[in-house]
């Protein structure tokens, strides 16, 4: 494989691992699928590869989906709430923002969670029709399937994902601003005034893999379980947190660190008025995508 063979694969890099991410809802297994495509085109003779994307994104995808089928199984018995690994985004800012904001917004957590609900051939067709604008003939292609049986599987993923997906969407700024009273509520131990924050089916999902110390094994729903818990997490962390909020999958999230390293990532959702949903994730294998 010579320089311009290696240019070629390099052009396609950040969008096969965009597919992959979004599909496998993890930072670590994207670089595998990564890793394994690039020695697959390495290895293939030239002639054979018409298109440099068609070719990866055949390869990608079809490892994403045996990814999947084998992940089932380590999902059930994964210790705890399993949750898609965070990752570091930008702002959705310059000439392109429309278009970064539709990205990130397929970025968000609650979108990667409704994907894991889909199929692993509807997953594919769906993101790689809605979000990376595949025509359907390219997506055939690309999954071995005839157009036909990808048009269905696009309507039927499309019809759940509108089903499911949260019926309000904040701006950015009403996100942040909901985030920082969130925080001030919990440094200040406030049960009362977290309380006020809380919507009455409030859920909590954290993410510890049986790594993380005090990590609720079960989701917690209710306005009181989910307070309590959060204003006692803090005490069970190894060391003073620092908190840092950062752009995490195209949203506001608070970062805690301890001495620097990355510890725990809460993200949260809201509805027009209270935090209807919070996601934390204490594994430390999963905290890679935002080290900083």
Not at 99 to 123: G, K
Not at 146 to 161: N, P, T, V, W, Y
Not at 204 to 215: F, P, Q, S, T, V
Not at 222 to 251: C, K, Q, S
Request: with cysteine; aromatic share 6%; proline share 5%.
């Amino acid at each position: 494989m010579n320089s311009n063979d290696l240019q070629k694969f390099e052009t396609q890099r950040a969008l096969m691992f965009s597919i992959a991410y979004r599909m496998l809802g993890s930072v670590a297994e994207a670089e595998d699928i990564l890793q394994e495509a690039f020695l697959r085109y390495q290895n293939t003779s030239r002639a054979e590869i018409v298109s440099t994307k068609a070719f990866l994104s055949a390869v990608v995808t079809r490892l994403c989906i045996n990814r999947l089928t084998s992940a089932q199984n380590q999902r059930e018995t994964y210790l705890g709430p399993w949750l898609p690994e965070p990752i570091l985004t930008m702002p959705a800012e310059s000439a392109d923002a429309v278009q970064r904001l539709e990205l990130h917004e397929s970025l968000s957590m609650a979108f990667l969670i409704l994907l894991e609900q889909l199929t692993p051939f509807e997953r594919a067709v769906f993101l790689l029709r809605q979000v990376f604008d595949y025509e359907y003939q390219e997506i055939a292609e690309v999954i071995g399937r005839d157009e036909g049986a990808c048009r269905q599987l696009f309507s039927r993923a499309k019809k759940h994902i509108a089903e499911n997906r949260p019926r309000f969407k904040p701006n950015p700024e009403a996100q942040r601003e909901m985030l920082e009273r969130f925080i001030a509520a919990v440094r200040a131990g406030e049960v009362e005034g977290l309380l006020q924050l809380l919507s009455a089916d409030v859920r909590l999902w954290i993410d510890g893999g049986g790594k993380a110390r005090g990590a609720a094994l079960e989701p917690l729903h209710g306005r009181e379980a989910v307070a309590r818990f959060v204003i006692a997490a803090p005490r069970l962390a190894m060391g003073p947190l620092e908190p840092h909020i950062v752009m995490v999958n195209g949203e506001p999230a608070l970062l805690l660190r301890t001495e620097g390293q990355a510890r725990f990532v809460v993200m949260i959702s809201v509805d027009q008025t209270n935090v209807s949903e919070i996601r934390i994730m204490g594994n430390p294998d999963k905290l890679k995508g935002v080290a900083q």
